[in-house]
């Protein structure tokens, strides 16, 4: 194993920069002494450290670089890949429409330089997208019993998560885990997360995942509206669920979904138990900063400042409040969160460092959790 002075050095990337991945959970250590705090990593993430590095050499956001290491340790090179080229579409189209703006600032320019001249710009955006197909197995069969409460609260736990971005298919539905007696159930657009579990009988073999398209999901939860067993069926492809007479069935999304296990593994943090009434409203009418989201596409949202106070209470934060520890996130995003947790009176929230995903728990399992990703204050 190496020390975080020899993985600085072979890396190239220095001792702080590996403290801010390790605290964002891009990059976490092996292992850490329990007594001293020294971090220590393993041979395999000398390749990951130095690819960390290209990549945010390249512009890369750490939503998205997150999703690479994830592929790159699971060899899952489709994933990969993909994300490679939809941010070399997004520089490119960056750079398209910087070269529009300049264009317009010349104009402009030579306007004022030659008042009587008039000169007309077009500018023009273009868009690509790009699909790529990996293969699923076709040749896993597995039926199983699932309980339809389980399986409603789990598909309304996540369901807000799944992605839009035609660029990445794969996002825009909703993995079904099946392993042993669980099955469970994930959806990420890249800046949120969410896991659920419900408990299932009938499949004892090996571990097993499919990609359910959202539109399928949705199907398969307006189905389950009755408290009895379902079946889950999945061969090769294609997925049905039964629900006594009643059936909804279709393909699976044919590309392979980030290893989200390595996703969640993140840092220790700070838990503060809240209210989810009060937070709520708090979040609703308390103070919001409006800007760009530089880590999140650079879409506009209104950004929610959240800390944790002194006797564990967690707080909005007003403009001007500069606590180092205070983290930012997409408010939209974390309302939807608090209502994808069901009618609980009381959540956990779990902070780590201003860099790392916020988790919103449940008290009653560690199974069904959310994870967001922090936006950068520009102050």
Same mark, same amino acid.
């Given at each position: ?172 539905? %909703?993995?079904? #885990? ?10 990420? =657009? @890249?800046? $949120?997360? &969410? /896991?659920? *579990? ?109 800390? %944790?106070?002194? #006797? ?10 500069? =606590? @180092?520890? $205070?983290? &930012? /996130?997409? *408010? ?48």
């Amino acid at each position: 194993m190496r020390s975080i002075g020899e993985m600085a050095r072979d890396s190239g990337l220095s001792v702080s920069t590996l403290r801010f991945y390790d605290g964002a959970g891009v990059l976490v250590p092996a292992w850490v002494d329990p007594v001293s705090g020294y971090r220590w990593y393993g041979a395999e993430q000398l390749e990951e450290s130095r690819l960390l590095g290209r990549l945010r050499r390249a512009g890369m956001p750490l939503a998205d670089i997150r999703l690479v290491l994830a592929g790159w340790s699971s060899a899952d090179t489709d994933l990969v890949r993909k994300l490679l080229e939809a941010h070399l579409r997004r520089l490119e189209r960056g750079l398209s429409d910087a070269r529009s703006e300049f264009s317009t600032v010349r104009a402009l320019l030579e306007c004022r330089e030659k008042p009587m001249t008039v000169l007309r710009t077009t500018a023009t955006t273009t868009t690509a997208t790009a699909t790529a197909t990996a293969a699923i197995d076709a040749t896993a069969t597995v039926r199983l019993t699932v309980s339809a409460p389980d399986l409603a609260a789990a598909l309304d736990a996540v369901r807000f998560a799944a992605g839009t971005d035609p660029d990445l298919p794969v996002l825009g539905g %909703v993995l079904f #885990d099946i392993e042993g007696d669980a099955l469970r159930v994930v959806a990420t =657009d @890249r800046y $949120r997360m &969410a /896991v659920a *579990r419900a408990g299932t009988s009938g499949h004892g073999g090996p571990r097993v995942q499919v990609v359910v398209p959202s539109p399928l999901a949705d199907a398969m939860r307006a189905l389950l509206s009755d408290g009895a067993p379902v079946s889950l069926a999945v061969d090769g492809g294609r997925v049905t669920l039964e629900a006594g007479d009643r059936q909804t069935a279709g393909q699976c999304v044919d590309h392979d979904f980030p290893d989200y296990r390595r996703l969640v593994r993140l840092p220790a943090g700070r838990r503060a138990l809240v209210d989810v009434a009060a937070f709520r409203e708090a979040l609703e009418s308390g103070p919001v900063r409006a800007g760009e989201a530089r880590e999140q596409e650079g879409v506009s949202c209104d950004l929610s400042v959240l800390k %944790v106070t002194a #006797d564990g209470a967690v707080t909005v934060c007003e403009d001007g409040d500069d =606590d @180092r520890h $205070r983290v &930012a /996130v997409n *408010r939209e995003f974390l309302l939807h969160a608090l209502a994808a947790a069901g009618a609980r009176d009381r959540l956990v929230l779990e902070f780590g460092a201003p860099t790392a995903p916020l988790a919103i728990r449940r008290t009653d399992t560690e199974d069904t959790f959310s994870l967001l990703m922090p936006v950068r204050l520009e102050d």
